[in-house]
C-alpha cells in the first residue's frame, strides 16, 4: 500500500478494494455499537485551502470516532499564506502529527507536501483529483447495486476533479464508464488515455449526454463550476444547459438506476429538484459513507 493517497492510479484493485470493505465493516462495528480506537493518541493535521462542509467534518468524525484528534489549519490562518515554502510546512508538521489532510488547488501542491513529509499525506480535493469522494462514491455503488464490474456508469457534465477520479477507478476496479461532457470541457487528456489503456473494460467520452445514460445502472453529476472557477460559472452555465440530469435525461438510464452527486449540488443546473430529491438519488448516502470510508482511509494510512 503506498504511504500517501494522492490519486486512485497509484493503487492496485485489491487495495482500492481494502478501504471499501473495510469502511463497509466499520459502518457495520457502528451500527452494533462497537467502539474501535485505533487511532488514540494520534493526531491528523487537515490543511484546507478550499471551502468544504462535508469533507472536514467526516475526516475530523472519524478520527475523533477512531479516538484520535484533529488540527484544523486554514490555510489562510498558516504562514504558507505568507509564502512559508511547502517542503518547510511539510517538514515541520511531520514533526508534530501523525498524518496531513490537504484539500488545495494544484496537485503539485500535495505530491510537493508528500515528497517532503515524513507521514502520510491524503488528497481531501485538488483541482486535479477527488479521490476519497470517488471511494466513497464506489463504497454507496457496491451497497446498492452489487459488484461494480457488472455495472454501466454514465458520468454527466464537467470533466473536473470528480471526472477525472472516476476514469482513474473506471480503470481500476474495471467497470464500464461513458463520459459526456461539453467539448472544450473534456477531462484530462493524457489522463485519460492512460486510464484506458489501463483498463479491461471501455472507457468512453462523448459528447451527447443521452448517449452517456442510456442504459446506464449509475448516472453521476457534479457542478458546472468547481472551486476557483467561480468568474466562469455564467458562461459555464449557457454551455452546459443540455447537461443538465434531469427526469428527462434520466429517463433514458435503466429503470433501477441509480443517481450519484457528491454535493454541493446547485438545483436547477447540473441536477433538477425533481432528480435530487427523487427515489433514485443516493447522495446523502454518498455524504454518510464519506465518514466511514475516511476511518478505513485513517486506519490504513495512521495505524
Ligand atoms: N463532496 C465534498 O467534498 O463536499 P465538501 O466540499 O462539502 O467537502
Ligand atoms: N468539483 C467540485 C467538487 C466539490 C466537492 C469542486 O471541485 O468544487
Known sequence: MPTHLLRLRDFSKEELNSYIMRAIALKKEVALGSRNLKLAGKTVGLVFEKASTRTRVSFEAAMFGLGGQVIFLSSKETQLARSEPLKDMARVMSRYVDGIVVRTYGQEIVE??????????????????????????????????????DLQIAWVGDGNNMANSWIQAASRFGFSLTVACPEGYEPDRKLMDEAVAESVKPINLVHDPVEAVSGADVVNTDVWASMGQEAEQDARVNVFQSYQLNSALLGHALEDAIVLHCLPA???????????????????????????????ILEKHLG
Open 112 to 149: 510537493e507536501l508528500a515528497r517532503y513529509a515524513t507521514i502520510p499525506v491524503i488528497n481531501a480535493l485538488t483541482d486535479l483529483y477527488h479521490p476519497c469522494q470517488v471511494l466513497s462514491d464506489i463504497m454507496t455503488v457496491i451497497e446498492k447495486k452489487g459488484p461494480i464490474e
Open 266 to 296: 446547485h438545483r436547477g443546473e447540473e441536477i433538477s429538484e425533481e432528480v435530487l430529491e427523487g427515489p433514485q438519488c443516493v447522495a446523502f448516502d454518498q455524504a454518510e459513507n464519506k465518514l466511514h470510508i475516511h476511518k478505513a
